[in-house]
């Protein structure tokens, strides 16, 4: 495997966050057709400490910031086909979410949409960014929302300005089948232990896909070497345990009072989040857009990223 250091920004004071030494990941080179063209894996890794847990994440370029957070289950190497296009106009900022990807697994209860929301504020203010667009995927998108809220909770509504949603929703009524899954007792450690990690990903990732023929061998194995890391089925289990909020009533009216500009995009072929579920976004942010792309699924981001690169490059030149 090849290694490089990186100069990674210094953190501010308030922040306990120091940088590791930079790797660089060693993966697999595919094309988009056939294979996986992995854009991503050639730029630099680096990592951060919040309350003791490692983050890793990724950056690259200059300009405004942009964050991308993958959803459940996945990584940053989602966007291997969308973040090229971005790097000579904006400051590309990827991460692992806890218990994702290269990012730590702890043993402990601190898995809900706040405390994801709070990794990502704390990498905000370990880089020093501001006037931020926060692009999410499915559980990423509520993290985003989560993240948003905080910033503009404790007065700092300016860092986080604008969120570009795909496959969002905040409808605890229509959970995903998996996420279900997992939060029932026993029944959901069974389904992980009791199934391979590329048996898992493959189901996922064709009922994600409205083109099962996307799925090859290569994707899977994209995935699910991330689903054999010591400490996933935890991560996994207690994300999904915790992930409808305490008192959704008041997150709701919080929803209500976000004052930055949110579109959600969502593929008409999404069996994950129904369109109904997808709406409930706009129905309650205020300043919110909801977009349909034909043809796809749950990940339009990996099945037909040019779709996804247009709408954000229009959103990011808007807001």
Known sequence: MAALTTNVPQGRPRVKAHCFISILLAVTSISCSTSLQHYTSAVPSAYYLHDGVKIHFKQVGT????????????????????????????????????????SDRPRDEMYAAQDHARVVRGLIDYLGLENVVIVGHSFGSVVGLAAALDAQRDGSSGVIAALFLIAGSVDAENIPFVLRLLRTPILGWLSLKLTSASFRTRVMLKRAYHDGAKVTDSLVELYARYQAV??????????????????????????????????????????????????????????????????????????????????????????
């Open 230 to 319: 010591p400490g996933t089925d935890y991560a996994l289990i207690k994300t999904a345990e915790q992930l409808v909020p305490v008192d959704i009533s008041e997150a709701k009216r919080e929803l209500s009072r976000l004052a930055i500009p949110v579109i959600n995009i969502w593929g008409e072929h999404d069996v994950i989040i129904p369109r109904a579920a997808a709406e409930s976004v706009c129905q309650w942010v205020p300043r919110c857009e909801l977009v349909t792309i034909e043809g796809v699924g749950h990940m339009p981001q990996e099945e037909s990223p040019e779709k996804i690169v247009g709408l954000l490059r229009d959103f990011l030149r808007r807001n």
């Open 63 to 102: 300009g405004r910031p942009v964050i991308f957070l993958h959803g459940f289950g996945t990584s940053l190497d989602t966007w291997r086909f969308v973040v090229e296009t971005f790097e000579d106009e904006y400051r590309l900022v990827l991460l692992d979410l806890k218990g994702h990807g290269l």
